[in-house]
């Protein structure tokens, strides 16, 4: 696969984790925002003001991941703070989410409020990590192709080429102009000099 293959598929990858991690922090919004207004009467101001805690802890959890991915692409790691940031945002989403599932004892509510946000949990590790790995074998793809390529000498008949696009009608051929075009050895300026002034 090439290296232009590999970044196609990094793409792909990179757009359908964060399309997952969107969705997923979509679907807490609404738990979480029942665990904030506790009870409190609809269109009422704490009932409101509870929507902005999901989209608060949200928008800090996805400037950190992009933060940490953009870094990882040129191999700069994060410190405590920030790991410790991302982790304690996804706790709180997941608690948040969660509550009253545990409160309530219901096994199936937990297993539907706890599957979006261990796939955040999941997708957020992974999507850096995959993006590091891609860019890597991005880099060893593209190294494969100029090693192919590396080996592969110039012909004789593209050195002649070279020389004939180089040749204008008061050209005086000889084998130091011809090494001066085409960049050739002395020893093959000779015969390309010669192939030149042969007639065609």
Known sequence: M????????ASQVDRLCWTGILLGLAFTMTNVQQFAAAGATPWSLPW?????????????????????????RHGVRTGGWV???????????YVMNTWAAYAAGSASSVVLHSVPPLVVFVAAEAVTDLR??????????????????????TTFAEYLAVARAARKRDT???PA??????????????KLAAALKAPS
């Open 48 to 72: 409101l003001a509870a929507w902005l805690l999901d989209p608060m802890v949200s928008l800090v959890l996805l400037a950190i991941l992009r933060a940490e991915q953009v870094l990882a």
């Open 132 to 153: 590091d790995k891609l860019g890597e074998a991005a880099g060893r793809a593209s190294k494969t192709v100029e090693k192919a390529e590396s080996p592969r000498r």
């Open 83 to 93: 790991r410790g940031a991302k982790w304690f945002t996804l706790a709180a989403t």
């Open 172 to 174: 005086v051929v000889t």
């Open 177 to 190: 102009w011809v090494r001066e075009v085409t960049g050739c050895s002395r020893g093959l300026s000779s």
């Open 2 to 9: 090439s290296a232009e293959s590999v970044e196609a598929v």
